[in-house]
């Protein structure tokens, strides 16, 4: 089972920058479509950008233009820019693949507010 370790989350005002990472444990993360998803408080998770095992992105409208998903495939690990953030982007962040084949990590905690 791939271990999935989220970090860069942290408090960032709006408007403001942050960048998230995801360790994968096995290198069978580069045949995978990986995405980012994200749950609020009292939300439900939900997908926000996803990336092929090449490198094809694709976004979920509320992020399109603000976030970059991104992928380093000999370092095992996804990342997501987030660029000029709103207090809607408040959330655990986490990763996984598309079709959700492996374990949730403990996700990252990113708070937007001034």
């Known amino acids: 089972q791939v271990q999935l370790v989220e970090s860069g989350g942290g408090l960032v005002q709006p408007g403001g920058s942050l960048r998230l990472s995801c360790a994968a444990s096995?290198?069978?993360?580069?045949?995978?479509?990986m995405a980012w998803y994200r749950q609020a408080p009292g939300m439900q998770r939900e997908l926000v950008a996803h990336?092929?095992?090449?490198?094809?992105?694709n976004y979920e409208d509320s992020v399109k233009g603000r976030f970059t998903i991104s992928r380093d495939n000999a370092a095992n690990t996804l990342y997501l820019q987030m660029d000029d953030v709103k207090s809607e982007d408040t959330a655990v962040y986490y990763c996984?693949?598309?079709?959700?084949?492996?374990?949730w990590g403990r996700g990252t905690q990113v708070t937007v507010s001034s």
């Open positions: 996984n693949t598309a079709s959700v084949s492996w374990y």
């Open positions: 990336i092929s095992p090449i490198g094809t992105p």
């Open positions: 096995a290198s069978i993360f580069s045949m995978y479509t």
